[in-house]
DNA sequence: TAATTTGCCTAAAGGTTTTAGGCAAACGCA
DNA sequence: TGCGTTTGCCTAAAACCTTTAGGCAAATTA
């Protein structure tokens, strides 16, 4: 018998495109040794055990994710790059409802300052370069819009939207249109 | 051997326990057996089966989460009342990570419509009397702030905030200060 | 080509899930 | 109080996932 061909690298992405078919939750590292034709043995000489396969899926996704972020954003500035960075998240949740949930996997502290979710702050930082926030405004303004970003996406993916109307397309549109006039009104903070 | 005196409803809130204390992805059938000194089997005559089992914790945090939100607001209106609200998940959120947790659950869309979840929606509406909003904007704004504290509560409760400052506590009522300024500026649908 | 490394395998132990069938405690009723 | 029925927990067992240990052969290097 040959060799499988088997890599870390390509291990995580047979796991990422199996999180999209059958949900982040039921990736295994017996239905991805299944999906080479390989012993499961064999494929904890590249991942170090179920955790750690997780933890690899959900930093690809969140490397996937800045790198289609940052495309959209690129030559953009104001409620454009707004919208382009806010859809960027959205479809990647409609295309990988599993990646998109894998970047959600909640990693811990040191793994996730190594990870692309720093790219990620910093892009919603160049963001709201277009609206008139200083800090400490701006890190609650990125907080808010990553909490947005993060719940509409898995409330669609988890069907939340989708049974009633008006559909979810347009609560979208008009959620940033809301978030686009909310940055440029930022409340001072009330003197106490 | 006396009984063990189980019933569905004790066997979902030691899950509930269970789920904030380890984690509710970590809930499992047998260590709730455990838990109650009893044979795994003997939870299946009181629970379908795992899945069943997570549902069942998903209603309870549900509908205990809509008990405490509509005790929040009982008497308030406007921004006393959405604020009330709000901190009414977040609390829950942080007292109780694995129920809340749970409440992110996704359900089938059968099951949804008889949770608690509606309750969620109709009290969300109720709030936002207190602002100016016909349809179809008032569902984009429950969908706005379900959004905003289904994401905030889980990237607080995952450590996003956890490790910078400002503190989550300063952001979070930023957040909300925002949100009430945004109801009342809520934009009129831009001519196409 | 020989030596070494690497990659996948077999074997095995331990844990969770789920079903089937059994026995005894609790309950309902005469 | 005693009898029959129901209910509740148990034993047994099969299927699957996780993880470790050790082995052999293919690939790489010298």
């Given at each position: 018998m040959g060799r499988a061909g088997l890599t870390t690298e390509r291990v995580v992405r047979a796991g990422a495109e199996l999180a999209d078919e059958v949900g982040f939750e039921q990736v295994t590292v017996s239905e991805v040794a299944r999906r080479f034709d390989v012993k499961v043995a064999s494929l904890y000489s590249h991942v170090r055990n179920s955790q750690d396969l997780k933890t690899r899926i959900a930093l690809f996704a969140l490397e996937e994710l800045a790198d289609r972020a940052a495309d959209a954003v690129a030559g953009r500035a104001g409620k454009d790059?707004?919208?382009?960075?806010?859809?960027?998240?959205?479809d990647y949740g409609r295309e990988h409802p599993g990646r998109a949930t894998a970047a959600r996997f909640p990693l811990d502290s040191e793994t996730a300052a190594a990870s692309a979710g720093v790219r990620h702050a910093r892009m919603t930082?160049?963001?709201l370069r277009g609206y008139d926030l200083a800090e400490p405004e701006q890190t609650?303004?990125?907080r808010l819009l990553g909490s947005v970003f993060h719940g509409y996406?898995?409330?669609?993916?988890?069907g939340g939207f989708s049974h009633s109307a008006p559909g979810s397309e347009e609560s979208w549109t008009r959620v940033l249109d809301a978030l686009d006039v909310l940055l440029r009104n930022w409340p001072a903070t009330p003197t106490p």
């Open positions: 790059a707004l919208v382009a960075f806010a859809n960027a998240y959205r930082r160049a963001i609650h303004a990125v996406s898995s409330l669609e993916t988890a």
